[in-house]
């Protein structure tokens, strides 16, 4: 059995006899015909009934037609898998994606590079803090979009666009700001809870950021957690506006007003590629698309 006898079958019932698939596939009727029989005899049962004038499946027959058509669409894709491969588009590009940022913003991209490139595989990591930046760094990604200072990213040999700039702000449930009647410092909040998501990278190994001296605090490892134990009472944090801000209006959050400590504040957000590297012609795409966010 041959993908070239399949061919043969393909276009033989497709196209209702002989001579439409000699004109379909450019080979003789005779040469047609006997690629079917060596096809049956390869298979040792009859594929097609010749009792009438027009060529038809038996019921064995329908059985193979239906896995052959399935065998051929395979090796289509693998030959256009091939010719992807052979162009230099990647089988796979890793972009690593702070979890702060707003993935919706991502979404209409990566349907145009899924549609654009269907045979590379995007693989997405939801990093935290600098876990992004770190993975660009180590070159366990080709691209990471990361909030950060411009003063911070300068540091390391990385090529930065920035892309967004959104707020993060302190919150907490009514539930556990009832307990501060006169709440005017975060001193006051020294024993309650700060929620805080942990580094999924090592470039801030030992650093508390935005964290007094003495604070008590209860660790997690995604946003999601962060909210759940906010809106629970349990402690409060700095989270996405995005992500609390039907909280906010709902009255399930309320933002922490302190003379010490700013409500909200503003992060930017950036995508970054190692300095010197050469992307592929899908990492590329990616990168040229989602610098154009800022716009």
Known sequence: MTLEQLKMLKAVIQEGSLQGASNRLFKTQPAISKGLQQLESGLGIAILDRSGYKLKLTQQGELIYQKALMLLEQSDQLSQMAKHYKTGSEAKVVIAVDAMFDLEKLVPIFEHIQNEFPQTQVILKQEFVTGGIDS??????????????????????????????????????????????????????????????????????????????????????????KRTLCLSGIG????????????????????????????????????????????????????????????
Request: glycine share 4%; hydrophobic share 40%; charged share 25%.
């Open 136 to 225: 660009v760094v180590n070159n366990k990604a080709q691209l990471a979009i990361s909030a950060a200072e411009a003063s911070f990213l300068n540091t390391f040999k990385l090529v930065t666009q920035h892309i967004y700039t959104q707020s993060i702000i302190n919150v907490a449930a009514p539930k556990m700001l009832a307990r501060h009647k006169d709440l005017v410092e975060s001193s006051q909040l020294r024993d309650e809870y700060q929620i805080i998501v942990q580094d999924t990278g090592n470039l801030t190994k030992g650093v508390e950021l935005d964290v007094q001296q003495g604070q008590r605090k209860w660790y997690v490892n995604d946003y999601h957690s």
């Open 236 to 295: 409060w944090g700095r989270l996405p506006y995005f992500m609390v801000k039907e909280d906010i209006e709902m009255g399930r959050l309320v933002p922490i007003s302190l003379n010490d400590t700013k409500t909200e504040i503003e992060v930017k957000s950036y995508v970054m590629k190692p300095k010197g590297q050469v992307l592929g012609p899908v990492a590329n795409k990616l990168w040229d698309q989602i610098s154009l966010l800022e716009h």
